[in-house]
């Protein structure tokens, strides 16, 4: 199925095939859903069509990406994106790949760019920025240019379609560490399932009982870790890590310059609550699979220690000002 899968979207991607035939394919993957084989196949064939961002080795091995496949309805503010930059304070090296809103209000591109960071940089400056700061966005748009002729299909559909799974999958620095978040449980082995397929080296996969494509600090979160091809599913619960469970409405966010405010308060240690917990829940999951924590405990103090000594606000500083001088290069 794998390989059928891919030659699929190669066609698709290559732009062989006739609008309605795509449109009724994607409709019928959703209908009867996708498993990890068609999941990893389509996923390999994008990757195929991807602008790269061309690491060398010894860096490549230390990246990671957070990202969530959105589609959870929850109107939170941008968890991931907050916890790349954290992510980045604590000495990571992070590939953020995102875009713009699809099914929120703002999505990670609006609200880093209303952060003040320049996102439209060429691939030879996003990479100096990872080099430098520890910290790079790839926006989607940039570097998958097979998808705008997809695109229109995608927005005919009242649905959700297999593209909504697909950007976790398809980083153009081919990561090879990730914290993954889903919007539906069921798409968690799934999700395992097609990054062993894609030759992932570790990495993470949840969705929260409460339906968040996060680990949530309302409720229990199911888990599945991948680590050299071994899978091993668990739960977290914020009890468990002596955080209090807290409404889900206390996490809502609002549109790009909203959700900034809300990043940069928590960042700089203003931000106190719910939002700021599960900041640090995540940030703990995603130091888990970087291995710069041993266990979810360590990381939510490692994660809490970058922002109560100010390297959180120093890089987020960082961060614009470094992408501020390259895009005028």
Same mark, same amino acid.
């Given at each position: 199925?794998f390989?059928?899968?891919?030659? @699929? ?6 732009? %062989? ?11 019928e993957?959703?209908? %009867?859903?996708?498993?990890? !084989?068609?999941?990893?196949? !389509? ?6 069509h991807?602008? =790269?961002l061309?690491?060398?080795f010894?860096l ?9 496949t959105?589609?959870?309805?929850s ?5 991931s994106?907050t ?6 304070a ?8 995102g875009? %713009?809103?699809?099914t ?17 940089l ?14 790079t966005?790839m ?5 998958h ?8 299909? *995608? @927005?005919?559909?009242?649905h959700?379609?297999i593209?909504?799974? +697909? ?5 153009? !620095?081919?990561?090879? $560490?990730h ?5 539906? $449980?069921?798409?968690?082995? @799934? ?10 080296k570790r990495?993470?996969?949840? #969705? #929260?009982r ?9 409720? /229990?979160t ?9 899978m ?5 619960? =914020?009890q468990e ?6 409404? $889900? ?9 909203f959700?900034?405010n809300?990043t940069?308060? /928590? ?7 719910? @939002?700021?917990?599960?900041? +640090?829940?995540?940030?703990a999951?995603?130091l ?8 979810l ?5 490692i994660? *809490?220690d ?9 890089k987020?500083?960082?961060?614009? *000002?470094?992408?501020?001088l390259?895009?005028?290069?």
């Amino acid at each position: 199925m794998f390989n059928k899968t891919k030659l @699929k979207f190669d066609d698709i991607f290559e732009n %062989r095939l006739p609008t309605e035939e795509v449109r009724e394919y994607l409709i019928e993957l959703y209908k %009867r859903g996708e498993d990890a !084989a068609e999941i990893a196949g !389509a996923a390999s064939a994008m990757r195929d069509h991807v602008i =790269p961002l061309d690491v060398h080795f010894e860096l490549k091995e230390k990246l990671i990406d957070v990202v969530g496949t959105g589609g959870d309805k929850s109107n939170s503010f941008n968890v991931s994106s907050t916890v790349a930059i954290l992510l980045a304070a604590c000495g990571c090296h992070v590939a953020k790949h995102g875009n %713009r809103s699809i099914t929120s209000k703002s999505g990670s591109a609006d609200m880093l760019e209303a952060l003040g960071i320049n996102l439209n940089l060429e691939t030879s400056k996003q990479l100096i920025m990872l080099e430098d700061a520890g910290f790079t966005f790839m926006f989607a748009q940039n570097h998958h240019p097979a998808m705008k002729h997809i695109m229109p299909i *995608r @927005k005919s559909i009242n649905h959700r379609t297999i593209f909504n799974i +697909l950007g976790p999958l398809v980083n153009p !620095a081919n990561v090879t $560490k990730h914290l993954i978040g889903v919007f539906d $449980k069921s798409f968690i082995n @799934k999700m395992a399932g097609a990054l062993d397929l894609l030759d992932v080296k570790r990495s993470m996969i949840v #969705s #929260s009982r409460d339906n968040l494509d996060e680990i949530s600090i309302s409720d /229990i979160t199911y888990a599945t870790s991948i680590y050299n091809g071994k899978m091993e599913d668990f739960i977290i619960d =914020p009890q468990e890590l002596g955080f209090k469970l807290q409404s $889900k409405e206390e996490i809502i966010g609002g549109d790009a310059f909203f959700n900034a405010n809300i990043t940069k308060n /928590i960042l700089e240690n203003k931000e106190k609550g719910a @939002k700021l917990d599960i900041v +640090l829940l995540n940030a703990a999951a995603a130091l888990v699979v970087d291995e710069k924590a041993r266990d979810l405990k360590e990381g939510i103090e490692i994660a *809490r220690d970058a922002i109560l000594s100010s390297r959180a606000k120093d890089k987020l500083e960082q961060l614009i *000002r470094i992408s501020k001088l390259l895009s005028k290069e």
